[in-house]
């Protein structure tokens, strides 16, 4: 890939993100002000994939970049890469904590260190900045004393990391993806994630009746969202991240099973899971209605069935 | 079929049953002592099928049919009828009603007609005998004076009907079922039964696990009867009737299901439903999250899901 | 209790289920020809109680019980037996195996014994009675060599156990039940059984929505079966046996919920459960949608609920 | 309520729907710099209540709210509103469109209304603001020459309402939630709402299983969203918005057999819900597994299983 879009300014966690996927070397990547920026940036042919955070984001807009990926025409996930949410105070060189008169970032990032500056900032003015990046931007030009940005920032603004990993709960993590233009899914590795979109009849029990066809599958759900349609009144896509590929046979068979019950299904893409989880550590057997996804399984099952069709009943 | 056996003596309801079903004209029409000889009579290959009652009978136990149909070798149903039970009081030519002094018949023929005996016959002596069918035997050879039978074992034991329609409770039903080694099943008619037998892990709801899997595929129930396993305490086979045939999408994409999830499945058969009653008269929208099972939209979702295996997403 | 009817005649299966239940011991025991006429002695108040097979009978029809249950007046289950099915060889006193030329028994009775009478007794004539018992009645008379019928009939009818446990497949078991008019049912023993009986709306996962109101409240089925409702085409009741009392929260919870749901609802009685078997041996974790039936849980629940409604969330 | 906090600065959208909340007049109004100092400010009595977005917000990232009412110690909502999401731009007296060179407004903001900036605005340099209100001040203060902002911000900073509506897809609307520390909640008013979070074995059908609780005693989902649990791999809170009020046994039982089956639940208010629509326009009959959650209905099936319990069953 030669064009990478992603949600800028340079020397976000987006970019960092986008960096640590495979295949990036090389590639000219292009920062966007914001995520629809990323995507229009994509469909248009401008940048050949898109890097935007999908999931717990400090600075994106999440819940836009989800409405954007359902907007015609259509786009895929084809990577996805998980990123520790960690902040570092950045300073000019030979700035001291005692120097410290301004800090700035952007308000989440100064919400999730809020612990840290009242313990070792009190004094500073704490200021509102578009992103943590501009931030560090406005700390290298001279304007604030203080950022408190991604690491990558300082690199990025020859600045210096005063004090690392500030957030006030560790362990916070966000999600980004690589989205294209529709093509042949990524091939299955055997950890891979599906993501899809669907609305369904505004009715009780509809989303039950969604996630029923994805359980008797044996299909595991790992994130669900409902975004209201615009112009229709309660009415809402829901978005979810399920386990497995689009080739394989429990969620090919699923995935026809919601064509068939919803209103409108998007595909979002089949790609590699990212992080080392296994979502399921212990070799518990599944439990009812949950079904089993093992491929072999459903091809014995097909052989079986194919038996009973021509008349055999062994 | 040349040679097709039932559920004896001559006479009986279920004679009336096969007779009532296509094909059978022409055929040897054996009678056996039991549905289990005639389940025997078609796994020795002695009769070319046979027919039982499955639901709801007078004479046969029903509990004995299901149990012999999941026996080994296997076996298949392949036609149905049903027959509405219908008493009459049989005498021999000249008998009156006010001749009738000892009337018999099989006690549950007994207790379906006890108002109309209360009412008609309050003096007689009621006699039981092993089917309907012998009581009206043994009036033709003069040991009582009228049977509570089948008004076809009048013409077979030339009796008269003295009085027809006499069950305290009309409008019960019997199913019956023409049972054969396995074989191609009959070709779909669009208003098809499957039958077939099931057991799941002794687990709470694993039966609804069971029925989650038909629902969702749109696979109307219309029997179902869990039978204890032999010599497994606690464990069962679940019997049941569903609309469709095996050569339908819905139908097989549900069987393989099952097959994937229960410990055993067996197939008991596609065949053309009796009757004339749609079991869902109105127009109604099916609920979620029952499924729908039309064939068209199953090779519609095949299509699309082809497309997105193939890259596009349209 | 003074008078108890039951499936006759004497010395039948369902007489010897009757005398091993607790409290029948001084009881006068009434034989009733064929089930339908023991609930008729229960409600008309001939028998204060009334015996009958309800589950995998050899000589009674369970339907015919299955249908009677739900007939009005209403009767409940207050008790119930289960009862190994056990076939023995009976002759009068000095007949040998060589002397038996005739054999008579139950039709079913000889299904379940003909391995036995092949292999022993390959050139007896088989002739069928209307039970068991009356086959045994028959050789106490002289009219028949042997008689294939419960031990039990041997004492009665001064007949001798010429070969014991003749039965092809051992270990079926029947089971029977105590039926009586309404009252406050039996105690709860913590190992109890609720049978009821529902009508739904004849529609596509009608059953799947009355099986879900039973699993998340944790109860687990242990026998279903359908019943065509006489004259009302293509609709069933349902009869079912659940695990728990309807004194406990989460029986209570449940049946509510069918009676809201269902169009017709039949409580048949919260009573002890026969047999040694636990369903679940194991200590599973209830698999989910599958909720917990715990009573402590249910109080702790309703404590927390109570808590909310006046303002607080701890 | 005398003092309330609300996601800051003056001249949001959420000061707009908070002043829209009833019992707001005459409340002093405090801005905090992100939505959790508001919630950090009713936590420690700072306000009494506080006003941020909860879905779909333009300037509140939605997530960091979500997960900031599931802190400790507890918080409920006590009220909500809808903002149609309107964007205008706004000017300092005497400005004309073709003055415009710079604009200015927060990247979201900027973000949704590309479209009209392109097309009336395409040679102004956009610049990128905190807020929508920060924009509007800087114009005020001179630094750019228009901001897109809410039109409540032009009243605020004496500006002028250049172009009204220029969102480019009209009909967006974000919810905003009052929440003040637990009490009782507010009285039932036939249209209400409850929030809650609920966390779950991490299981295949976990989620299935929660769902299912609220289906069968027919509570409607308005909203769903999976949140990852801090420091906890692969394991979520799920957010949920339902109809109804704690108060009502439907939900009264649904919330019990939540805290039953869940590792955690926490219940986050019972609010009257905002809007003209009702959700479910239709008379349809809820399908099945669907319950019904009707106050009346449960009221008699409460008589019914009293009645069971006493020995009747009428």
Known sequence: MSRLAFLGPRATFTEQALRSMPGTAGAELVP???SPAVLAAVRDGTAEAGCVPIEN??????PAVLDGLIADPPLVIVREALLPVRFAVLVRAGTTTADVRTVASHPHA???????????LPDATVVSSTSTAEA?????????????SA???AEQHGLEVLVDDI???AGAVTRFALVARPGPPPEPTGRDRTSLAATTQNRPGALLGLL???AVRGIDLTRIESRPIKDRHAEYWFHLDCTGHVAEPAMGEALAALYRRCDRVRFLGSYPRAGNGASHPGPEVPPLPIGGSDAAQFAASQEWLAGLRAGSTA
Chains 1, 2, 3, 4 share one sequence.
Request: some cysteine; hydrophobic content about 50%; aromatic content about 4%.
């Open 32 to 34: 966007c002000a914001g």
């Open 136 to 148: 560090a931007a406005q700390v290298a030009r001279g304007e604030f004393d203080a950022a408190v």
């Open 167 to 169: 957030a006030d709960n």
């Open 57 to 62: 984001s400090v600075e994106g807009a999440v």
């Open 151 to 153: 690491p990558l920032a």
């Open 110 to 120: 100064i919400a999730q260190t809020r612990g840290f500056i009242a313990a070792h």
């Open 212 to 214: 029923t066809e994805l």
